[in-house]
């Protein structure tokens, strides 16, 4: 894989060589590029530093996603009853209110009763939790570095380039003279 990395790395510094040469055009020989801003486009434009800046984003909200295991966790609930104290008083609401085929009854007095109760739970020591966000931080410092490291090897394979193009030039120059 690192091969076929270093292959896609050559490729491209030779494409931005005939780029920067103009390849036969004119309007691009007249142009005049200088070696940062060819660095900086070509750290711009590069589909495996993008891809690398998407796996340390990924990396870091695995590793926020882990951290969260061992926050407190903390729920409530709560509840009201009525208990009534006074057995059932039979005859209630008599007057016509009920239908004949039913009798009326009420309850009378009793308490509301009504409780709440919050659970705090704090793990103190998790060796899981632990290991996973260790293995998280180690993963998106690995990243980190893999994007450090192509970053470098881009920009050494680019001043490579830009130095042969130069030494090319002044090789025309010298040859122009003589």
Excluded: W
């Amino acid at each position: 894989m690192k091969q076929y990395h270093h292959l896609k790395a050559y490729i491209f510094t030779g494409l931005l060589a005939l780029h920067i040469l103009g390849a036969g055009s004119s309007h691009l020989m007249a142009q005049a590029i200088s070696l940062d801003s060819v660095i900086s486009k070509a750290r711009r434009n590069n589909n495996s530093l993008k891809a690398d800046a998407l796996e340390i984003d990924r990396a870091q909200s695995q590793t926020i996603i882990s951290r969260t295991y061992l926050r407190p966790e903390v729920s409530f609930s709560s509840a009201v009853n009525h208990y009534f104290q006074q057995p059932l008083f039979f005859g209630f609401g008599d007057a016509g209110t009920t239908p004949a085929d039913k009798i009326g009854y009420g309850r009378f007095g009793g308490k509301d009763q009504a409780n709440a109760s919050l659970d705090v739970s704090i793990p103190i020591y998790s060796p899981v939790n632990r290991s996973t966000i260790e293995k998280n931080k180690l993963e998106e410092t690995q990243s980190r570095l893999q994007h450090r490291m192509k970053e470098a090897d881009i920009t050494a394979a680019v001043k490579q380039v830009y130095l042969r193009i130069l030494v090319l030039e002044r090789r025309n120059n010298c040859n122009r003279k003589v």
